[in-house]
Structure formats: structure tokens, C-alpha cells
């Protein structure tokens, strides 16, 4: 206090001693405030260093030791209320042609497109192959699978109905096979000539195992053409699943010359759209 001196006796005040603890004054309040405060404040310490222990990980913590942090993932946009998401866009994307401009197709799915662009593996060989009966064939065992050899003999039988006999007298080639039998029409015929009546090794659809070549009464091959069988099968082929390759007037489309005889079997449904559409065989392949 201002003014006081060293050693005083202090002042007495209604008998009370000034700086005694007593119970009227108004300083154990303001204690007993400012503890509740401190206690306060210490609490909301605690529970905000707890939450940053036992929260959702988005504290500066991190991940526990030894353990990768978890990438937050972005939320995608919702669909609207009622509605799935739209699924991503298939996709269409075909083989890629090799360097010379080749593209390899799937061995054993029957309905690969086979031309001068498109060509089966060299290995690729039918694993059902089963042989055609001998009163059907002509120039020795001919081959095919068995669901084209099913539609086969229908097709015969509806012919010889009709009054035509029909006989097969090349079905399956290997990739080997056909080698030699495009080598032979080289060498007979030149390269230009092959290459419009023979398929280069891995192009013909006779290395399927679905496709054959017919005649009748001794006239196959070019002997075959402008025949009443020729054009019974044009007509009707496509009626027991199999097409006509290579149409007449079509030679700019498919790269071959006319072949009434050769047929190939893709399946009733494929051939009937192929048949309705006037579609070469081909072009049909070449939209799926």
C-alpha cells in the first residue's frame, strides 16, 4: 500500500487483520472461477489430442509405423436418383495387322472373315475332324467337323431329292496342304492366275474344317460352272447353313474368281441373314 513503512503494525478494521483469510471477502470466488476455467480447458485438451489418435486418419499422425498411408479415392459423379450408372464403352477394337498388313485371326471360330487380308495361324488345325462317308466323296478320304458334315449330308440329301448327285471332292486342308496346292497353281497357271482361283497358305476357308468343294457327274472344278447342280446349289445352299464364297460378278469384292462349287458352312441363321442382306460372305464377316 502507497506511503506505508517497514516493520508497521497493520490496520485493524472492524477487528479483522487486512490480508487474513475471511468469509465475506469476494477473492475465493474469483478462485473458484478461474479453477473451473483451467479444469475446463484441460479436458478439451485431452479430448482433442484423443481424437487425433482415434479418429478417421486424416490427422498429421499418418498411417501406423510399417504401414502404407491408404490413397484417398476420388467420389465419382452419382447417376440421377432412380437410374444405374452407365457402363464404360466396349470395346471395338479389332486385330492389329501385322507388318506385311496381314491380320491373324482366331483359329476356331468358324465365322473369322478369310481372304487376302485375313489369314489363320499356321498351326491352326480343327481338333473334331471326322471323315465323310465314302459313297459322298470323290478323289479320295475327305474331312470335315462334325456339325458341317451334319448339314452336309441334309444338303445332299435335298439335291438327290431334286435329282442332283452331288460329291465332294476337297473339304479340310492344312495349312500345308494348302502350300502345295497353291505352289501347284503357280507353277501350272503363273502367279497372277493363282493368285485369283487359289488361296495363299492360311487364307483358304478350307482350312476350317466347315468348307467344301462339289461337283457332279464327273464335272468339278471350272467344269462345274454353268451347270443345273450350280445352280441348284446357289439356290439352295444357304437353306442347310452354308453360302457360296464366291459369287459371280463378285470377283472385285471377295478377290476371287467365280466358284459356284465351293461352299461354306457358317451356321443356318448366319446364312439365311447373309442370303436376305445380297451381301457377299465376306462383307457380311467383315460388318460383324
Given at each position: 500500500?502507497?506511503?506505508?513503512?517497514?516493520?508497521?503494525?497493520?490496520?485493524?478494521?472492524?477487528?479483522?487483520?487486512?490480508?487474513?483469510?475471511?468469509?465475506?471477502?469476494?477473492?475465493?470466488?474469483?478462485?473458484?472461477?478461474?479453477?473451473?476455467?483451467?479444469?475446463?480447458?484441460?479436458?478439451?485438451?485431452?479430448?482433442?489430442?484423443?481424437?487425433?489418435?482415434?479418429?478417421?486418419?486424416?490427422?498429421?499422425?499418418?498411417?501406423?509405423?510399417?504401414?502404407?498411408?491408404?490413397?484417398?479415392?476420388?467420389?465419382?459423379?452419382?447417376?440421377?436418383?432412380?437410374?444405374?450408372?452407365?457402363p464404360p464403352p466396349a470395346s471395338t477394337e479389332r486385330p492389329t495387322p501385322g507388318p506385311d498388313g496381314i491380320v491373324v485371326v482366331a483359329c476356331g471360330d468358324i465365322l473369322v472373315?478369310?481372304?487376302?487380308?485375313?489369314?489363320?495361324?499356321?498351326?491352326?488345325?480343327?481338333?473334331?475332324?471326322?471323315?465323310?462317308?465314302?459313297d459322298i466323296s470323290h478323289g479320295g478320304a475327305q474331312y470335315l467337323r462334325p456339325e458341317a458334315l451334319d448339314a452336309l449330308l441334309s444338303l445332299l440329301d435335298?439335291?438327290?431329292?431334286?435329282?442332283?448327285?452331288?460329291?465332294?471332292?476337297?473339304?479340310?486342308?492344312?495349312?500345308?496342304?494348302?502350300?502345295?496346292?497353291?505352289?501347284?497353281?503357280?507353277?501350272?497357271?503363273?502367279?497372277?492366275?493363282?493368285?485369283?482361283?487359289?488361296?495363299?497358305?492360311?487364307?483358304?476357308?478350307?482350312?476350317?474344317?466347315?468348307?467344301?468343294?462339289?461337283?457332279?457327274?464327273?464335272?468339278?472344278?471350272?467344269?462345274?460352272?454353268?451347270?443345273?447342280?450350280?445352280?441348284?446349289?446357289?439356290?439352295?445352299?444357304?437353306?442347310?447353313?452354308?453360302?457360296?464364297?464366291?459369287?459371280?460378278?463378285?470377283?472385285?469384292?471377295?478377290?476371287?474368281?467365280?466358284?459356284?462349287?465351293?461352299?461354306?458352312?457358317?451356321?443356318?441363321?448366319?446364312?439365311?441373314?447373309?442370303?436376305?442382306?445380297?451381301?457377299?460372305?465376306?462383307?457380311?464377316?467383315?460388318?460383324?
Amino acid at each position: 500500500m502507497a506511503g506505508s513503512k517497514s516493520g508497521a503494525r497493520p490496520t485493524r478494521r472492524n477487528g479483522r487483520t487486512v490480508g487474513r483469510a475471511g468469509n465475506s471477502g469476494p477473492w475465493p470466488k474469483v478462485f473458484l472461477a478461474a479453477l473451473v476455467s483451467l479444469t475446463a480447458s484441460i479436458v478439451v485438451l485431452v479430448l482433442v489430442a484423443a481424437d487425433s489418435f482415434t479418429g478417421d486418419g486424416s490427422g498429421s499422425g499418418g498411417a501406423p509405423a510399417g504401414e502404407p498411408d491408404t490413397p484417398v479415392s476420388v467420389a465419382t459423379p452419382s447417376a440421377t436418383p432412380g437410374e444405374l450408372p452407365s457402363p464404360p464403352p466396349a470395346s471395338t477394337e479389332r486385330p492389329t495387322p501385322g507388318p506385311d498388313g496381314i491380320v491373324v485371326v482366331a483359329c476356331g471360330d468358324i465365322l473369322v472373315p478369310l481372304d487376302k487380308q485375313h489369314r489363320l495361324p499356321a498351326d491352326c488345325e480343327p481338333p473334331d475332324l471326322v471323315r465323310l462317308p465314302d459313297d459322298i466323296s470323290h478323289g479320295g478320304a475327305q474331312y470335315l467337323r462334325p456339325e458341317a458334315l451334319d448339314a452336309l449330308l441334309s444338303l445332299l440329301d435335298a439335291a438327290r431329292r431334286d435329282g442332283y448327285e452331288l460329291l465332294v471332292n476337297s473339304s479340310y486342308r492344312s495349312y500345308a496342304v494348302q502350300e502345295q496346292t497353291y505352289a501347284t497353281w503357280v507353277s501350272l497357271y503363273g502367279q497372277e492366275y493363282a493368285d485369283r482361283t487359289s488361296a495363299r497358305p492360311g487364307h483358304s476357308e478350307h482350312q476350317l474344317g466347315t468348307t467344301v468343294d462339289v461337283g457332279a457327274r464327273g464335272r468339278f472344278l471350272e467344269d462345274f460352272v454353268g451347270t443345273p447342280e450350280a445352280d441348284w446349289l446357289a439356290e439352295n445352299a444357304w437353306k442347310y447353313g452354308f453360302i457360296v464364297s464366291y459369287p459371280e460378278g463378285k470377283e472385285r469384292i471377295t478377290g476371287y474368281a467365280y466358284e459356284p462349287w465351293h461352299i461354306r458352312y457358317v451356321g443356318p441363321d448366319v446364312a439365311a441373314d447373309v442370303h436376305h442382306s445380297g451381301l457377299t460372305l465376306r462383307e457380311y464377316l467383315l460388318k460383324r
